[in-house]
């Protein structure tokens, strides 16, 4: 039986495989919104349920109350706002929820730890596992709030990115002119609060990278003057020439180096020689996972998509996740997928256990066939 597709006018919503796909393909941003928040409500999607909750609507409320100054500091571009405000009219959900579920990340400065690497034989490959606290992780699962989005606002860029329900911003993707991003926040820097008065969501200024670069001199402009929320370390992948760069930030200070290597490997803290000093704390994990992806890598003449999930799916140094997890797959991986962009395929894991890259199996989305 096939999966039921719910639509709202050119825009579609369906399950493949136990993933949920959005395809979304709107005007304006506000449209966008709009037919996001229809079709998760159409569905009876179960963020949508988790947004009807007396609890979770307490809990919601009391975290924007609390921390209102600092999401009220956000600088939100208008464009996304009505994006927001569209899923807000749609589902009937409050913006100051909304300002919660789209941008706690980077109120918070911390939250998901994260390990990705690329490689480019015989085709441009970007493999990822996304983690978090285990119970944030179990919530994910418990709601099924990871969906992979295929948007397209009018006058922009085309992208593809493995998203959560109800948010707007990106942290990973691809655009259709190969420009890929995969963001890792750094726990702990020794600079954190600089500038945040003027600080751009993150998510919300990967969003226009997403929809605007067409190569990584345009995403370099674009973080050049741009004081970012969080402190984080961005692997940067230029899919159609096979080149890559690493941008690492904290709020007020960042650096934007290329790299010559056939692949690149990132996790949670700075690497590069200006921005290094800038790491505290315990970065033991963050480092193992570095360390074993540089020497799986190294060995490797070319990867395939087999080979990418079997990186992925390593416990070389046990599953336990304090601080981050010491191995690719741990107890807090909610998140795990293979992008190809320049064949526009994303091949995600489907589990509903943690860790979800060991238990479930991994469904091919082929945007070119299967929307």
């Known amino acids: 039986m096939a999966d039921k597709v719910y639509r709202h006018q050119s825009s579609t919503f369906r399950r493949k495989e136990g993933v949920w796909v959005m395809k979304i393909r ?12 229809a079709m998760l409500k159409l569905a009876g999607h179960p ?5 009807q909750n007396l609890f979770h609507i307490f809990w919601l409320d009391t975290t924007y109350f609390l921390l209102r100054k600092s999401f009220q500091a956000l600088q939100i571009a208008e464009e996304y706002r009505d994006e927001i405000r569209g ?6 959900i409050p913006m100051r929820r909304l300002m919660v579920a789209n941008f706690m990340f ?10 990705t690497f690329n490689f480019f034989a015989p085709d441009a490959l970007i493999a990822r596992n996304t983690d978090t606290f ?3 992780a179990w919530l994910s699962l418990r709601y099924e709030a990871t969906i992979v989005f295929r948007t397209s606002v009018a006058g922009h860029l085309t992208f593809s990115q493995v998203g959560f329900a109800l948010s707007v911003g990106v942290i990973n993707g691809y655009n259709a002119c190969g420009i890929a991003l995969n963001n890792h926040m750094v726990s702990n820097p020794v600079k954190t609060r600089n500038h945040i008065s003027r600080a751009v969501p993150t998510v919300l200024q990967f969003r226009k990278i997403m929809e605007e670069a067409r190569n990584l001199e345009e995403v370099k402009s674009q973080l ?3 004081c970012l929320t969080y402190p984080a ?7 159609k020439n096979r080149t890559s760069a690493i941008f690492e930030s904290v709020p007020g200070q960042h650096n934007f180096e290329p790299i010559s290597q056939p692949y690149q490997a990132c996790t949670m803290h700075f690497v590069t020689e200006k921005m290094s000093a800038l790491s505290r704390g315990a970065f033991a994990g963050s480092k193992l996972r570095l360390n074993f992806m540089n020497k799986a890598l190294q060995e490797k003449d070319f990867l395939d998509v087999q080979a990418a999930s079997d990186v992925l799916k390593n ?3 046990g599953l336990r996740r304090r601080r981050g997890g010491k191995s690719l797959t741990n107890k807090g991986t909610f998140q795990s997928f293979i992008c190809l962009p320049m064949k526009d395929v994303l091949i995600i894991s489907n589990g509903k256990k943690l860790p979800v890259s060991l238990n479930g199996e991994y469904v091919c989305i082929d945007f070119k066939q299967d929307l």
């Open 26 to 37: 709107a005007e304006s941003h506000y449209e966008a919104g709009l037919h996001h928040g």
């Open 47 to 51: 963020v949508y349920k988790f947004s």
């Open 87 to 92: 899923i807000s009219d749609a589902t009937g």
């Open 106 to 115: 980077d109120v918070f400065k911390g939250g998901i730890f994260c390990s």
């Open 134 to 136: 285990g119970w944030l």
């Open 224 to 226: 050049s003057d741009v």
């Open 233 to 239: 370390v961005t692997l940067l992948t230029d899919c």
């Open 315 to 317: 416990t070389c140094h």
